[in-house]
């Protein structure tokens, strides 16, 4: 599904990746394989362990048991160039824009390129606290650019966005990871963010994968594209717990399976 | 418990330790002025935010680095509070000081002056420590505008 004919990004391969909190068992036995340069997005309830499953990956945190590792073509180094851009934007107040770009000894070009791939080369002299939600957002993603990641680890960074910033930094997301052939990685809350971005959306439910799909779309993508509609649905429908069916087993699960995803039949009839 | 101890009780004993001149008023001003110093300087690096730290740290910020673009920033409205603390705790030990155990200064002059009803005299002394004062809390105050430009609380010129 990647568009980039040279793939940059780095594959990852879990085995029965394990984490618990105490007596809380958030990871139980994870499997999970992202390929170079895939865009993987994992939604699932609060708690469900997506945050914790993304901190692994940021090597921000340590399993309790199983394998982790990084697969695929790498830049030349053995170490893999991760980042993560965080549901809060996490600027350095005290640093210009672009000195918060520069951040992690960064040459100047680079992070200047960067801020310009995010349409903020104005703001380069301006301090975090004067700029809007969407703008800082778009500085940690100019940041984590920077360092030309070979995985971007994305934490719900559009959460607290209102809907049209958030449905610009969907374009400028997906723009970048063509551009850059990173392998993107993103955890979200919103189904419909999931279809816009992913080529792959798994479900985390409980502590494994409860669902996997592959999301077959053009891109760019429509939100009012029937198979969109489509594809949100049926997860919706996975994430609600709501069954979709009609009283008349046989003749819905038929709809279902002619219909998705093509139809937004489920939408309909939820 | 060394810091609950008031340095002007100190007195008499730095007195004994160390005569009337200049490193007893040395030593009291130092005390003085080290706690609050020390005690907003722990407390702002304390507080500084753990998902900074965390972000800066994975973007592969660490040791004197990561100090020096991290902790310190974060720290320094807390430091720079215990600056202008410890600047009126200053005069404060040094007006006690000079008055107390003292053969010349500002607030020897003013406690001669009283010996000879010389109102005047002590007016001055009054005003000067007034003056000085001022002076060091305009130099703190330049110094916050200054390191803490990029905070809203201190832009233009609106400074506690």
């Not at chain 1, 449905?167 to 955890?187: D, K």
């Not at chain 1, 979709?244 to 399976?257: C, F």
């Not at chain 2, 155990?101 to 005299?121: H, K, N, P, W």
Request: proline letters at 4%.
């Amino acid at each position: 599904m990647t568009e980039q004919s040279t793939s940059w990004g780095v594959g990852i391969r879990a085995r029965n990746l394990q984490r618990h909190f105490g007596d809380l068992t958030v990871l139980k036995g994870l499997d999970l394989d992202i390929r170079a340069g895939e865009s993987l997005v994992i939604i699932g309830r609060s708690g469900c362990g997506k945050s914790t499953l993304l901190r692994l990956l940021a090597g921000l945190d340590q399993p309790d048991g199983g394998q982790l590792e990084f697969t695929g073509e790498t830049s030349g180094t053995s170490d893999h160039s991760v980042r993560m851009m965080y549901q809060e934007p996490r600027l350095l107040p005290w640093k210009t824009v672009i000195e918060n770009v520069e951040i992690g000894k960064v040459e100047s070009a680079r992070a200047k390129f960067a801020l310009h791939e995010v349409e903020l080369d104005s703001k380069s002299q301006e301090w975090p606290a004067s700029l809007s939600g969407g703008q800082k957002q778009r500085v940690a993603l100019a940041r984590a650019l920077a360092h030309r990641p070979e995985l971007l680890l994305l934490d719900e960074p559009l959460g607290a966005l209102d809907a049209l910033t958030r449905s610009t930094m969907h374009r400028l997301i997906e723009t970048l990871w063509q551009e850059h052939g990173f392998t993107l990685v993103m955890v979200t809350h919103d189904v419909s963010e999931a279809v816009m971005l992913a080529d792959r959306v798994i479900v985390l439910d409980d502590g494994a994968i409860g669902l996997d799909v592959n999301i077959r779309l053009p891109r760019p993508r429509v939100a009012t594209d029937p198979a969109f509609v489509g594809y949100e649905a049926r997860l919706l429908e996975y994430l609600t717990g709501v069954p979709a069916e009609a009283p008349d087993e046989t003749v819905s699960k038929h709809k279902r399976a002619t219909l998705l995803p093509e139809s937004g039949y489920l939408a309909i009839s939820n | 418990m060394v810091r609950n101890i008031p340095h002007l009780a100190l007195i008499p004993l730095v007195i004994l330790w160390f005569g009337i001149d200049e490193t007893a008023k040395i030593f009291l001003v130092a005390l003085g002025s080290v706690f609050p110093i020390y005690l907003n300087t722990y407390h702002g690096i304390r507080n500084v935010d753990p998902q900074l730290l965390e972000m800066a740290r994975s973007y592969g910020v660490k040791g004197f680095a990561l100090f020096w673009h991290v902790v310190l920033p974060g720290a320094l409205p807390s430091i720079l509070v215990g600056v202008r603390f410890a600047l009126g705790f200053m005069w404060l030990t040094l007006i006690v000081a000079e008055t107390i155990s003292a053969t010349d200064g500002i607030g020897y002059l003013a406690m001669d002056a009283r010996e000879f009803m010389q109102t005047d005299v002590v007016l001055v002394a009054i005003l000067l420590y007034a003056v000085l004062g001022k002076l060091a809390d305009l130099c703190a105050k330049g110094l916050e505008l200054w390191w803490l430009r990029w905070h809203p609380a201190y832009q233009r010129g609106e400074g506690v």
